[in-house]
T-cell receptor, first 112, second 112 residues
């Protein structure tokens, strides 16, 4: 089946690293995504990774993919108060057009 | 700003009514996606259109329908509205042969 799971909350101190985790069930997923949603706003695409990669780095963001365990993580280095938001992990199953399946979202709270 | 526009921003209506939500994709994007975000169901994929044709379908209710017009804008029609249809409705778009989906700001529908 298709299911994406995330922990609901994460609290960190400003300047620390944040790691947001996600597990998915569909081994045929082609791409995995991270989106950010601030209050009252739409979803902002942060980064995505192709399923045959195991790591992708983009400035303060590092995505790690463990395909065997179907585990995805997003590391934010030097977390700032402006990073406070809800972070969604999403998978794109194979052969279902562009359909994305989202997790419930992880609310990241950054304390000064 | 993702370049995807949605109107209206807010919509308040009564049960049993019908509404139309509108989406304009980013310039050059041929695919349009509709998603529903509600507190109990999270973010759910509804439907995808590619250059006017339906490409993929999610758990979209029979009371809901969508279309994509020759100028590539899309409309989502919701009829016989129920209280449970109250949600944020997002449109996203993507370019041909590209894997990123860019989301609009959403339309918040409230059914009273």
């Amino acid at each position: 089946g298709e299911d994406v799971e995330q922990s609901l909350f994460l609290s960190v101190r400003e300047g620390d690293s944040s790691v947001i985790n996600c597990t998915y069930t569909d081994s045929s997923s082609t791409y995995l995504y991270w989106y950010k949603q601030e209050p009252g706003a739409g979803l902002q695409l942060l980064t995505y990774i192709f399923s045959n990669m195991d790591m992708k780095q983009d400035q303060r963001l590092t995505v790690l993919l463990n395909k065997k365990d179907k585990h995805l993580s997003l590391r934010i280095a030097d977390t700032q108060t402006g990073d406070s938001a809800i972070y969604f992990c999403a998978e794109r199953p194979y052969n279902q057009g562009g359909k994305l399946i989202f997790g419930q979202g992880t609310e990241l709270s950054v304390k000064p | 700003d993702s370049g995807v526009t949605q109107t209206p921003k807010h919509l308040i209506t009564a049960t049993g009514q019908r509404v139309t939500l509108r989406c304009s994709p980013r310039s050059g994007d041929l695919s349009v996606y509709w998603y529903q975000q509600s507190l109990d169901q999270g973010l759910q994929f509804l439907i995808q259109y590619y250059n006017g044709e339906e490409r993929a379908k999610g758990n979209i209710l029979e009371r809901f329908s969508a279309q994509q017009f020759p100028d590539l804008h899309s409309e989502l029609n919701l009829s016989s509205l129920e209280l449970g249809d109250s949600a944020l409705y997002f449109c996203a778009s993507s370019a041909p042969s590209r894997d990123e989906q860019f989301f609009g700001p959403g339309t918040r529908l409230t059914v009273l």
